[in-house]
T-cell receptor
Framework: TQLLEQSPQFLSIQEGENLTVYCNSS?????LQWYRQEPGEGPVLLVT???GGEVKKLKRLTFQFGDARKDSSLHITAAQPGDTGLYLC???????????WGAGTKLIIKP | DTEVTQTPKHLVMGMTNKKSLKCEQH?????MYWYKQKAKKPPELMFV???????INESVPSRFSPECPNSSLLNLHLHALQPEDSALYLC?????????????FGPGTRLTVT
């Protein structure tokens, strides 16, 4: 069974700081998705990484897919209170329309 | 239009009530999903419809009954729920033949069973 491990589970930092969250597995992924979920709302797809070593940028967010496609990271530069939320990684194992989800990283950015 | 809408936003119901949750998308997606999410946990898949046919039922109790009237609409009928069914219920949609299966979520219905 392919499992996704996210770390840290919880992170609380001051506005302006940088941070990195991780999504790891012992298995190889064909692709990996990152979502952000704000309290009381549904998850919003941020990015899908597909190619080993790929780096994608979304404003202050940088997503990286490991060369071996077993891990991914999300780096936020100069975090802002609007970045607060639950960050979830997920992958599609190729069957039955199911996404496999990590447990999430709850991020709080304090003003 | 990348929006999935859900109604109602909040719902409080007693254990003997019957209610329905509604979901709509106009992105031409042919796969639609119901998820249940408890606080601080990732979403748990309940049902998947593909081309308006139920393709996955993740051993969900019969007090939850899904319905897909057409390719844009998805309903979840609720009957005789238990307090432990209180959760955020999320609807999502995706392309049915997309190798990435990127999912677009609605804002959810916050359900409280009293």
């Amino acid at each position: 069974t392919q499992l996704l491990e996210q770390s840290p589970q919880f992170l609380s930092i001051q506005e302006g700081e940088n941070l990195t969250v991780y999504c790891n597995s012992s298995s190889v992924f064909s692709s990996l998705q990152w979502y952000r979920q704000e309290p009381g709302e549904g998850p919003v797809l941020l990015v899908t990484v597909v190619t080993g070593g790929e780096v994608k940028k979304l404003k202050r967010l940088t997503f990286q897919f490991g060369d071996a496609r077993k891990d991914s990271s999300l780096h936020i530069t100069a975090a802002q209170p609007g970045d607060t939320g639950l960050y979830l990684c997920a992958f599609f194992p190729g069957a039955h329309y199911q996404l496999i989800w990590g447990a999430g990283t709850k991020l709080i950015i304090k003003p | 239009d990348t929006e999935v809408t859900q109604t109602p936003k909040h719902l409080v119901m007693g254990m003997t009530n019957k209610k329905s949750l509604k979901c709509e998308q106009h992105m031409g997606h042919r796969a639609m999903y119901w998820y249940k999410q408890k606080a601080k946990k990732p979403p748990e898949l309940m049902f998947v419809y593909s081309y308006e046919k139920l393709s996955i039922n993740e051993s969900v109790p019969s007090r939850f009954s899904p319905e897909c009237p057409n390719s844009s609409l998805l309903n979840l009928h609720l009957h005789a729920l238990q307090p432990e069914d209180s959760a955020l219920y999320l609807c999502a949609s995706s392309q049915a033949n997309d190798r990435l299966y990127e999912q677009y979520f609605g804002p959810g219905t916050r359900l409280t069973v009293t």
